[in-house]
């Protein structure tokens, strides 16, 4: 079996991966807190953007639409060439000029692996943000990983892969835990294990204000309903306060 970094082989089966996501529907969401929260919009940066789906229906919206994430398979995966495309870790920024609005979709802030990192995105968030400007991502709490205790096995055949997923939440570690083992038909077998950190709700209210970012609305996913402790994925916005 040969072991592989997070989305190296994922990538090429991550669209059935995601055959039920409606795409449209989530980047309809995106655009209204964007249109809710900010007028003038101009600059967007989507981080950890996967292969692009959502890039691909919002960046003809914007002037300025920079699609990145850390995993160049994900991004080589994207159908979409006209999407500016940068590979890049979130938790290490390169852009030198600011964005006004920033987003991530799909729990992919989870990805950051503890408190300390958390931190320090927020703070280089809020340095690359404008002035009053906006930044916007989907967390997955503990309520929906509690589901996972006892580990859940899916199985898919997807072209010339058939993979297993096997999800599961260790509590005392706040971490949960997606294994895919990914065989193709000549016979070789890989290996992903992905680790996303389970974050307290209050912990994102702590690092992002400590950060100089103000929590502006914190959304039950898909709604604009508040969310709290319980919710399972809570759609955080926050805004970067004049200084
Ligand atoms: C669940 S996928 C979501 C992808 C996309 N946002 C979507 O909605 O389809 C998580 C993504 O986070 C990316 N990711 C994980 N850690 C990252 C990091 N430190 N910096 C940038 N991207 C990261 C992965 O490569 C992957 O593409």
Not at 107 to 136: A, E, M, P, V
Not at 159 to 175: A, E, G
């Amino acid at each position: 079996m040969i072991k592989v970094k997070p989305y190296d082989k994922v990538a090429l089966i991550y669209n059935s991966l995601m055959k039920d996501v409606d795409y449209n529907i989530w980047s309809e969401y995106i655009k209204k807190i964007a249109d809710i929260h900010l007028k003038g919009i101009e600059r967007v940066l989507e981080l950890a953007s996967g292969n692009c789906s959502i890039g691909k229906i919002l960046s003809s919206k914007f002037r300025t639409f920079i699609a990145s994430d850390i995993s160049f398979s994900m991004l080589k995966s994207s159908d979409s060439p006209d999407v500016t495309k940068i590979c890049c870790d979130m938790t290490s920024l390169p852009f030198k000029t600011k964005f006004d609005f920033i987003f991530s979709a799909f729990d992919s802030i989870n990805y950051i692996s503890n408190r300390k990192k958390l931190f320090k995105f927020f703070i280089d968030i809020n340095n690359l943000l404008n002035d009053g400007c906006i930044f916007t991502f989907d967390a997955s709490m503990e309520s929906n990983s509690l589901n996972y205790t006892v580990p859940k096995n899916t199985s898919y055949r997807f072209n010339d892969y058939s993979f297993r997923k096997v999800s599961r939440y260790k509590k005392l570690k706040k971490t949960h835990y997606n294994l895919f083992v990914i065989d193709h038909i000549s016979g070789t077998e890989y290996k992903e294990l992905h680790k996303q950190k389970i974050y307290n709700f209050e912990t994102y209210f702590k690092l992002a204000e400590k950060a100089g970012l103000k929590m502006q609305a914190y959304y039950n996913y898909f709604t604009f309903e508040q969310a709290g402790p319980e919710s399972e994925r809570v759609q955080f916005v926050m805004r970067k306060t004049k200084v």
